[in-house]
């Protein structure tokens, strides 16, 4: 069993930066693929970013790639997201999630273990 905490969302303008993080709990960190989803009112869940166990692979989603970075800290059972130069469509609930997996996937329903969430909002 894994237990996810997301914190670092809030309210920026465009252009500005946030760093999100999500604390995990259990002895287990290291063998879980990472990932960050976002889901803004009235759409479905989007997978925004994906790490491997060791953290030597990652994955993004088009619109992101190039503004955000997913890192982790297997010592701190900690993954980041660090999104830089924002735009008011990466408005949405930002979930971390975990997979008991050696492959990064981009699909929801492929994912173990879940955070509460944390929003971050964009202003124009």
């Known amino acids: 069993q894994v237990q996810l905490v997301e914190s670092g969302g809030g309210l920026v303008q465009a252009g500005g930066a946030l760093r999100l993080s999500c604390a995990a709990s259990?002895?287990?960190?290291?063998?879980?693929?990472m990932g960050w989803f976002r889901q803004a009112p009235g759409k479905e869940r989007e997978f925004v970013a994906g790490i491997s166990r060791s953290g030597g692979s990652t994955k993004y989603v088009d619109s992101v790639k190039g503004r955000f970075t997913i890192s982790r800290d297997n010592a701190e059972n900690t993954v980041y997201l660090q999104m830089n130069s924002l735009k008011p469509e990466d408005t949405a609930v930002y979930y971390c999630a975990a997979r008991t997996s050696m492959v990064i996937a981009i699909t929801a329903q492929w994912y173990d273990y879940w955070g509460q969430g944390t929003q971050v909002t964009v202003s124009s």
């Open positions: 259990g002895r287990t960190f290291s063998t879980h693929i």
